[in-house]
């Protein structure tokens, strides 16, 4: 890595709502990690509350959490004054804000300050990107314009922040992944299948329910596991997801386990043979990174920067969204070839170690930092 980054900065701060869980939690928590291991003093932010991130004292990482409650106004305005405080006394060279959520209540902070380090932003989320109505997507822009940097998870969230926030030179960021030891891929008749994500309806798992009871159906042997919680607001849709499956009769084949700790998920992982990616809409997903490293065989649909991810047919089958048809004839693909899979998982591991390492992520973000 350029020296000449370490030297624009020295001290960087990631700043999240909180760490853990969701795939931009983990991107902002490897960022952190990754920086640590240079000579970069590096601090890693949570405005709410720690998550299950904790373990970052054994990392050189500097951990805080200003534990924001959104219904307790007077602990968001006491974080916000411990934000004050913390980039007065840490007095970071950069400060990267990932997701919308926390941009205005950092860039708030900043205002009339002394020491003015720059403000980076990763606009995460691409379902929704600034389509807000009224004074909070006047404020959301506002913070916007004051960033030194702002990119999105993919080029099409680029692209939309670009043309609804009036703004120019609109990057693209996209994230890293620890390298995990090559593992032995286990070869067995009945195939995990392993889908991870949020349970709400743009992630799509029920579209892997249907065809998995298709699949049973013409005797296919196989096992699923679909891995992850709902929103607050989409507890409805796991429930219908769980009824959906009871509905096929395929309990036997087709596990709903709800949220796993990163232990739990990585042991699973190392049982698993094929990773399912049924998204309607992404940036680049930190979970297909996950399991590109691990080697395991991807179905993936086809939107965000995905195919810059995966070579359809080379490291792993992209499919359009919403598209059960192509989602059976990927997964018929997969489970009669072991060579096939075979060949996808080693294409997979091969790009996920060349481009998308917390090493990869570190230097792109160094360079970024640089530029600006």
């Known amino acids: 890595m350029g020296q000449s980054g370490h030297a624009s900065a020295k001290r960087v701060a990631q700043i999240i709502g909180t760490f853990g869980g969701g795939g931009a939690q983990r991107l902002a928590f490897n960022l952190a990690v990754g920086l640590a291991q240079l000579d970069v003093r590096s601090t890693a932010v949570a405005l709410r509350y720690e998550g299950e991130y904790g373990e970052a004292s054994n990392t050189g990482v500097n951990l805080v959490a200003l534990n924001a409650r959104k219904k307790n106004p007077v602990s968001v305005f006491n974080a916000w004054l ?11 060279d950069v400060v990267h804000v990932h997701g919308a ?26 379902e929704s990107v600034l389509t807000g109505l009224g004074w909070r997507r006047r404020i959301m822009i506002w913070a916007l ?35 995990s030891k090559a593992q032995s891929i286990p070869r067995t008749d009945t195939p995990l299948i392993l889908w991870l994500g949020r349970i709400v309806p743009s992630k799509d798992p029920q579209i892997l329910v249907r065809a998995a009871a298709r699949l049973k159906s013409e005797g296919f042997e196989f096992q699923i596991c679909i891995v992850g919680k709902p929103t607050a607001s989409t507890e409805w849709y796991m429930e219908e997801t769980a009824s959906l499956i009871t509905k096929f009769n395929i309990e036997s084949c087709v596990k709903l386990t709800g949220f796993m700790t990163d232990d739990e998920l990585h042991e699973l992982m190392k049982r698993a043979e094929i990773s399912v990616q049924t998204s309607h809409t992404e940036g680049m997903s930190i979970a297909l990174m996950e399991h590109m490293m691990a080697g395991l065989a991807i179905v993936a649909t086809d939107v965000g920067d995905t195919n810059l991810a995966v070579q359809d047919h080379v490291s792993g089958l992209l499919i359009p969204p919403r598209d059960e048809e192509a989602l059976v004839g990927a997964l018929k693909s997969v489970l009669t070839s072991v060579a096939l899979r075979e060949r996808l998982g080693r294409e997979a591991r091969t790009t996920a170690l060349r481009r998308f390492s917390i090493e990869a992520m570190v230097n792109r973000a160094l360079q970024q930092y640089e530029a600006h």
């Open 101 to 126: 959520p926390s941009l205005p209540f950092v860039a708030t902070s900043l205002c009339l300050m002394q020491h003015k380090p720059r403000l980076f932003f990763t606009w995460q989320d691409s």
């Open 145 to 179: 314009r004051r960033c030194d940097s702002v990119s999105g998870s993919s080029h099409d969230v680029a692209k939309k922040l670009a043309e609804r926030a009036g703004l120019r030179n609109v990057g693209v960021f996209h994230g890293g992944v620890p390298v």
């Open 82 to 92: 411990r934000l004050r405080t913390l980039i007065f006394r840490e007095k970071p």
